[in-house]
């Protein structure tokens, strides 16, 4: 998967979540940052592809690597659930779940020795792995690429219109703030 499946298939269900919680909980201290959601959905490629696959290619040779194992997220899950436990802080939490989601679309049990790392010893090597270039320009060519890529930018844009993300202004707002109209409303201290 690439960075459009991995933001709209981690979106979708974090938006329904959101708007729930919302809903029939509220909020104690403050709304969700769904841009750490999302964040947490490319971090790993955007982390292993670049140590495994171009900054220290002789050695990993290979794209997935330490942020791709249980062991980060489940670090980063601990974190999160002292953070929010702690000051009502969710941004953590919500980088936790973006890295698990990541993951499960992944797949990544089916490499147990990097989904496991340290447990079962060090990465696999991939020596006739191609170059993150190649890899792209291969891609780009595979239909199942583009329909999972356009699956997930649809699912992105109907999660920010779900989270009442309906026009430029918003979008912005979204983009610099992490707020959205429809999760806003239940807020502590809103007032319509």
Known sequence: MFILA???????PGALVAGWWGE???????VPDMRWLLAGA??????????GQMLFRPYFQNGRIFAHT??????????G?????????????LLAFGLASHLVLDRIWIEPTTALWPALGPFVRHPSMQSVFEQIREYLGDPSFW???????????ASLRYLGVKSLRDLKAFIVSGTTPALEQ???GYSD
């Open 147 to 157: 329909a999972t890529e356009l699956a997930g930018a649809a699912l992105l844009v």
């Open 6 to 12: 991995h933001l709209g298939f981690t979106a979708a």
């Open 81 to 93: 659930t002292y953070e929010w436990k702690r000051r009502g802080d969710s941004r953590i939490l």
């Open 186 to 188: 239940f807020a502590p």
């Open 42 to 51: 490319v971090l790993p490629d955007a982390i292993d592809k670049f140590i």
């Open 24 to 30: 029939n909980r509220g909020f104690l201290s403050r």
């Open 70 to 79: 249980f062991m980060l997220t489940l670090l980063v899950f601990v974190a």
